[in-house]
């Protein structure tokens, strides 16, 4: 039986390691956090709260589900979104999302969601090593080194190594050292964010079913969301730059509290003042590009998810993404067996091409909800409206296609780029 050492026990990484299990092969995921299902504490920031809720698209759902967890679990772990609000001058613009088909995206609980595939994990026979954190990785001889929070050293040694270890990837430092010719670029956005935290979202007056966004009328100076998770609680992510006197680390309480009088008007007062009490002494996140050349090593080693290709949440993917990644690697597995050289080579050849697509398309999304554009929601209008008179010859709605379906990136990103150009035709006619 071949062994397989994933580094890192996250989402992507979990939900991999459930695929590979159910094909028979040794499973091992090295944790640098202790066990989810005992204490959720390593897996909550209780600090910055840091990623407490993500966005899971039908595309996510779906990869899930093939892996053997229940559809019925996994909604236990969120909300389900019927739409999107956009506030401009604290006045919401709603637009309404109607499923395609039966499923609907999920506002999740990051925590919930992580025990649920920890769960289904442990019963495919994973075996998991907890607060192991990986300090050396040989790619040639498909091992690593880790150490454990008592500072014991232990070597695993396996058939392939999978990274699934995030931004600051161990296993993609080790192939940016070893790999011939291997390109890597990581960028900052200039924003970076904080997450405030209201636990009774029923006191803020928004609906549960809808992401909000904010910022689409600063002029490019902020961009926030907030989503309700299945915990009765709100979370309110805030973008803005680092210095100035409105920014993360500003410490003119006036302009920062004339900033959320501003923006979240509809929120209540003394909610309001807790949000910008924690603003002002919460540390800030950074908000992290990465961009691989290739996402593997000859047939000993393969990134996934954010190690491979990290990026800002403005388009609610990365999460979603990473766990098509598993889905896409059990397709190839598929196909060509225990031929690890062939899947992994397929794997880069697949995800790297959507992967770019995705990224383009975030960044593009960023700048939107950065800054106001005044024809946004009529030209968001006549894209749905030309769609529904000429399908044949329009772009379908983008938003619908990246909630509702698993069309690839790639495609999405060209029919963005056709709209865009049907659209400025139909200006200058």
């Known amino acids: 039986m071949k062994k397989i050492i994933v580094i890192g026990g996250g989402l992507a990484g979990g939900l991999t390691a459930i695929y590979l299990a159910k094909r028979g092969y040794e499973v091992h995921i090295i944790e640098k956090r ?56 604290g006045e919401p613009k ?7 088909d039966k499923l609907k995206p999920l506002s999740l609980s990051r925590s919930a969601f992580q025990v649920l595939l920890n769960k289904y994990a442990e019963l495919a026979g994973v075996h998991y090593h907890y607060d192991q954190r990986c300090i050396e990785v040989d790619l040639d001889g498909c091992s690593l080194m880790t150490k454990d929070s008592e500072g014991n050293f232990m070597t695993h040694k396996g058939d392939l190594l999978v990274g699934a270890d995030g931004a600051r990837s161990c296993l993609r430092e080790a192939m940016q050292s070893h790999c011939r010719r291997f390109e890597f670029h990581q960028s900052f956005f200039k924003h970076g964010y904080k997450t405030l935290v209201v636990p009774d979202a029923s006191k803020v007056g928004l609906r549960k079913d809808l992401l909000y966004f904010f910022g689409m009328d600063s002029e490019g100076q902020f961009a926030g969301r907030a989503a309700t998770i299945p915990d009765g609680s709100i979370s309110f992510a805030v973008c803005l730059p680092y210095t100035g006197q409105v920014s993360l680390h500003s410490d003119d309480r006036t302009a920062m509290k004339a900033f959320f009088d501003q923006y979240y008007p509809m929120v209540p007062e003394d909610i ?34 954010d190690s491979a290709h990290a990026t800002a949440p403005f388009l609610g993917q990365g999460m979603n993404m990473a766990l098509e990644d598993a889905f ?4 190839l597995f598929d196909q060509y067996g225990d031929d690890f050289e062939k899947i992994l080579s397929e794997f880069t050849e697949q995800r790297k091409k959507e992967a770019d697509a995705m990224q383009d398309m975030a960044r593009a999304n960023y700048e939107v909800l950065s800054c106001s554009d005044p024809v946004f929601f009529m030209r968001a209008r006549f894209a749905r409206y030309m769609n529904q008179k000429f399908p044949d010859h329009y772009p379908p709605d983008m938003a619908e296609k990246l909630y509702f379906t698993s069309m690839r990136y790639s495609e999405l990103r060209d029919k963005q780029e056709k709209q865009n150009v049907w659209y400025k035709i139909g200006r200058m006619n």
């Open 34 to 89: 202790g066990n989810p299902l005992l204490s959720q504490a390593d897996y909550i920031d209780q600090v910055s709260s840091r990623a407490i809720g993500v966005s899971m698209t039908v595309r996510g759902i779906e990869a899930v589900v093939a892996a053997g967890v229940p559809l019925a679990e996994l909604q236990e772990c969120g909300v389900e979104v019927s739409g999107m609000s956009f506030f401009i001058k």
């Open 94 to 100: 709603t637009r309404e999302l109607p499923p395609l």
């Open 272 to 305: 309001r003042q807790d949000m910008f009490e924690q603003f002002m002494i919460k540390p800030s996140n950074d908000l992290i590009n990465v961009r691989s050349s290739t996402f593997h090593y000859k047939n000993t080693a393969l990134l996934i998810g």
């Open 328 to 331: 896409v690697l059990d397709q």
